[in-house]
Structures are given as C-alpha cells and as structure tokens.
C-alpha cells in the first residue's frame, strides 16, 4: 500500500518541489510545524460531540482562533463551521438573508455580482435563495459604478446586498472600494466580501475597515492549510456587530448565534485542521502576517515586471501595478496557439500550469504567494519568456503550426526515450529546453481534452 501511495504521489507535481502558480487559489507552502498536530493523537482522537469539559484544550484553540480572525478581518463575531469556501459563501449570504427577514424585509432578495466575480459566488447566492444581477465591468476590470448605482436605484426595495471579491478576480485593487460599498448601504443593504483574496489584504486593511458588514475566509488559502484534492477545508464567516446574533448555530451544541441557521453537522465544522491554521498564526504573529501580505504583493509585481515586457498584461491599476496576482494574456495568439497547450509546455519546464482561461478567456492567471524564492520566480520567468520565443517561432513560420514543442507538450519520458524520433525539433528542446530545468515527468502526453467530454465511449465487460 504505502509503494502504491507513493507511485500515485510522483504522479502529481506538487509543492514541495516546484512552484505551483495557480492564480485566485493562493496555493501557498505548508510549513512542516503547522502539519506535526495533526498526528497527536489529543488532535486526532477528539470526537465532535465529546463533552465540553473533556476538550478544553481544543475550545481554548477555537476561541483564540475566532478571536483572531474576527481582529484580523475588522469583525465583532465569527463562526468556524462552514466546511469550505463556497459553503462560507452560502453561510454568509444565509447569515444577511436572515438578518433582512428579521428586520421585516424579506422581499430583499436580490444580490448583485460584478462579472469578474468567481463561479462560486452567483451559485451560492442562488442557493440562499436569492435573485442574482451581474453588474458589469470596465476596461480597466474595476466594477463600472455607474451601471453599480444604476442597479442599486432600480432595486433599492429589494436589494439584499452586494457580493464582491476584493483584490478583484482581476488582480487589481478596486480603486472605488469604498464608494461602492457606500452605495449600497444608501438603499438598505449589506457588502458580502469574498475572503477568496484575503492573502493581499491581512495586516494592510480589512473588510471590516473598508466598511464590509460579512466576509468568508479560506483557511485553505490565505491561513496555510493544504489546498486541493477535494479534501475538508475550513471556510470562516466573520461578521459585523449587527449579524452576531445571526450566526450559525447548531442544534446539539451551544454556538453561534440566537437567530442563525445550523450549517454543519459538526458545531465547529472540519476542527481537525484548525491547528494548521493556529500554528501559522501564532508563529508569525501581526507583523509576520503583514509581511506574508507584503511579500505576496511584491512577489506578483516582480513576476509582472519581467514579464510585461513579453507578454500583455491585463488590469494594473493607475500606477501599472497588479495585486497579489496578475493575468496574462494570450489572445493575440489565439489563432495559432491555444492557451492550454502553453499551459501543457510548462510541464516541460517542470510548473504546474497557472490557472487557465479564468476570469478572461485565453489568458493565464498567476499567482506566487509569499512562498516562492526570487530563484524559483526567476525560474518561472525564464520558462515564460523561452516559451515566448517558442510562440514567436510558431508566428512567423519558423516551426510548424501542427508539429512544434507546444503543440506536442507535454512531453512524457517514453515519448523521449523511445527508439524512433521523428519530430523536427531536438528531444532536448521537447524535455530541457532549459539548462536549469528543474525536471518533472508527465505521466502521460497530450488528450483532447473537450473530446472526452463530448463522447462518451461506453465499454462492454463480458
């Protein structure tokens, strides 16, 4: 079992050896101290419903937790039990929805999205059973506030509130943040901020601050718990004085608020990997959070200042700046070069793709996190830019459209160890194209992708 686990491991690139840039998931390295509890066996023996004088220990950890994130974020109140992000999201829109029944409006129902929003957002506010309307964004990827005003006015009645992601989808901080949030408190309702990219604002500014009334957080994000594979994730509300009362409760235990609804089985959701969270925490203290903001913010400005200059790069602000991420535009290519197949040569380089044609088609979206070393940034850039030249020789006729070490990414180790070569490039250029390539072997060369999708093949057993 464990030499099965262990093949299925080296599968997969993963982030303990190489840097895996995918924008909006703040994918960041999990330090070994944060993971060590997760074994103790006071942890990992604790059953969700054990009595409350035999978990001390574990209650005291919550509190202090709560109490952290609830000053981390600028809120009176929070509540750990929601199991993930989007079910935060669900959570924190539930929490407003209430807040509004109570006050004796429950006709406002309606929640307003900017179009960069994450998928997630309109899904949730349509399963709290509100009334999603996409406000529209510029050409600088900020909400157009006016078309914002134009639809707070035309819903005054019936607006529950706006769900905005702050940095933006788009990488950029919205530079009308506060009046757009003040214009939806002028007809009665409330700011939902999406946490989703809460790894720019920790220690520099807070939803709370900016005058936000509910936040979600990922713990899986910005607080250090490992992302990905599907597994339990914690996705915290935080809210203001006004919505503690609404807060989730749970019908077996005494938590939350009077007037919440219950969100989890368990009354503290996924505890069992709260302590990645607190040690992270507690190690680094305010001001080691506020440099992990810092550091992602400058590391995604470096990426972005090598690499402009071979690449568009879509929505800095007035100063030419990004965020915490950025996204990079390949539509300029579009017609000879698919935005996957550039995502599937960085195999060869030995990345993990950024993010993929999300929130603008064609494009990738990248994000370094705190994490990365400016030699592992470096080896990215010099990926990104050989890959560049790949795309130029494509352009102009020097590599054929069809047969060319993009098209043909990845490159798996039987492709090129196998006895018979024939492509018209060297297997060199197909496997290291980089002298310092740090090298990982995909498992498996290109598939069509949509195809499997669209045809079904049905296999017969005997």
Same mark, same amino acid.
């Given at each position: 079992?464990?030499?099965?686990?262990?093949?299925?491991?080296?599968?997969?690139?993963?982030?303990?050896?190489?840097?895996? #840039?995918?924008?909006?998931?703040?994918?960041?390295?999990?330090?070994? &101290?944060?993971?060590?509890?997760?074994?103790?066996?006071?942890?990992?023996?604790?059953?969700?419903?054990?009595?409350?004088?035999?978990?001390?220990?574990?209650?005291?950890?919550?509190?202090?937790?709560?109490?952290?994130?609830?000053?981390?974020?600028?809120?009176?109140?929070?509540?750990?039990?929601?199991?993930?992000?989007?079910?935060?999201?669900?959570?924190?829109?539930?929490?407003?929805?209430?807040?509004?029944?109570?006050?004796?409006?429950?006709?406002?129902?309606?929640?307003?999205?900017?179009?960069?929003?994450?998928?997630?957002? !309109?899904?949730?506010?349509?399963?709290?059973?509100?009334?999603?309307?996409?406000?529209?964004?510029?050409?600088?990827? *900020?909400? *157009?506030?006016?078309?914002?005003?134009?639809?707070?006015?035309?819903?005054?009645?019936?607006?529950?509130?706006?769900?905005?992601?702050?940095?933006?989808?788009?990488?950029?901080?919205?530079?009308?943040?506060? /009046?757009?949030?003040?214009?939806?408190?002028?007809?009665?309702?409330?700011?939902?901020?999406?946490?989703?990219?809460?790894? &720019?604002?920790?220690?520099?500014?807070?939803?709370?601050?900016?005058?936000?009334?509910?936040?979600?957080?990922?713990?899986?994000?910005?607080?250090?718990?490992?992302?990905?594979?599907?597994?339990?994730?914690?996705?915290?509300?935080?809210?203001?004085?006004?919505?503690?009362?609404?807060? !989730?409760?749970?019908?077996?235990?005494?938590?939350?608020?009077?007037?919440? +609804?219950?969100?989890?089985?368990?009354?503290?959701?996924?505890?069992?990997?709260?302590?990645?969270?607190?040690?992270?925490?507690?190690?680094?203290?305010?001001?080691?959070?506020? /440099?992990?903001?810092?550091?992602?913010?400058?590391?995604?400005?470096?990426?972005?200042?090598?690499?402009?200059?071979?690449?568009?790069?879509?929505?800095?602000?007035?100063?030419?700046?990004?965020?915490?991420?950025?996204?990079? /535009?390949?539509?300029?290519?579009?017609?000879?070069?698919?935005?996957?197949?550039?995502?599937?040569?960085?195999?060869?380089?030995?990345?993990?793709?950024?993010?993929?044609?999300? @929130?603008?088609?064609?494009?990738?979206?990248?994000?370094?996190?705190?994490?990365?070393?400016?030699?592992?940034?470096?080896?990215?850039? *010099?990926?990104?830019?050989?890959?560049?030249?790949?795309?130029? /020789?494509?352009?102009?006729?020097?590599?054929?459209?069809?047969? +060319? @070490?993009?098209?043909? &990414?990845?490159?798996?180790?039987?492709?090129?160890?196998?006895?018979?070569?024939?492509? #018209?490039?060297?297997?060199?250029?197909?496997?290291? #194209?980089?002298?310092?390539?740090?090298?990982?072997?995909?498992?498996?060369?290109?598939?069509? *992708?949509?195809?499997?999708?669209?045809?079904?093949?049905?296999?017969? &057993?005997?």
């Amino acid at each position: 079992m464990m030499r099965y686990i262990k093949m299925l491991e080296e599968k997969d690139l993963s982030l303990n050896r190489a840097m895996i #840039p995918l924008g909006s998931c703040t994918m960041k390295l999990n330090a070994a &101290a944060e993971m060590m509890p997760l074994s103790w066996s006071k942890f990992a023996g604790m059953h969700p419903f054990v009595p409350a004088d035999q978990a001390q220990g574990y209650l005291e950890m919550i509190r202090d937790i709560e109490h952290q994130l609830a000053v981390i974020t600028g809120f009176a109140g929070c509540s750990l039990q929601p199991n993930s992000g989007a079910f935060g999201e669900y959570s924190g829109l539930t929490v407003i929805r209430n807040y509004h029944i109570a006050n004796g409006q429950p006709q406002r129902n309606v929640c307003l999205i900017p179009a960069s929003a994450h998928g997630t957002n !309109p899904a949730s506010a349509a399963k709290a059973g509100m009334t999603v309307v996409v406000v529209k964004c510029n050409d600088k990827g *900020d909400v *157009d506030i006016d078309d914002l005003k134009a639809k707070a006015e035309q819903y005054k009645d019936t607006l529950s509130c706006l769900m905005i992601t702050y940095p933006s989808t788009h990488g950029a901080f919205e530079e009308g943040i506060l /009046d757009i949030i003040n214009i939806i408190h002028s007809v009665g309702a409330l700011v939902y901020m999406d946490g989703a990219n809460m790894n &720019a604002q920790v220690g520099l500014t807070s939803p709370g601050h900016m005058g936000a009334d509910v936040c979600h957080l990922n713990l899986h994000k910005t607080f250090a718990m490992p992302h990905g594979g599907g597994g339990p994730g914690v996705g915290p509300i935080c809210v203001s004085q006004k919505l503690v009362d609404f807060l !989730p409760t749970h019908p077996v235990v005494e938590v939350g608020g009077k007037k919440g +609804n219950t969100m989890a089985a368990a009354p503290y959701g996924s505890a069992y990997l709260l302590p990645i969270t607190y040690g992270y925490l507690l190690m680094l203290g305010g001001e080691g959070l506020t /440099d992990v903001t810092k550091h992602a913010i400058l590391n995604a400005n470096y990426l972005r200042a090598r690499l402009q200059k071979y690449y568009k790069i879509l929505y800095t602000n007035r100063n030419g700046m990004c965020g915490h991420e950025m996204i990079v /535009d390949f539509n300029e290519f579009s017609l000879k070069v698919g935005v996957g197949d550039i995502a599937k040569r960085l195999m060869d380089y030995g990345f993990h793709a950024p993010t993929v044609a999300f @929130p603008v088609h064609n494009t990738l979206m990248v994000e370094p996190t705190e994490s990365e070393p400016l030699s592992e940034m470096d080896r990215f850039c *010099d990926a990104m830019i050989a890959i560049r030249q790949e795309i130029d /020789d494509i352009m102009t006729g020097k590599s054929d459209e069809k047969n +060319n @070490p993009i098209a043909n &990414a990845p490159h798996t180790m039987q492709v090129v160890c196998a006895d018979e070569w024939d492509r #018209p490039y060297s297997r060199q250029k197909a496997a290291f #194209p980089q002298p310092h390539c740090e090298k990982y072997w995909p498992t498996i060369s290109k598939i069509d *992708d949509a195809y499997g999708d669209r045809n079904l093949q049905a296999v017969w &057993a005997e």
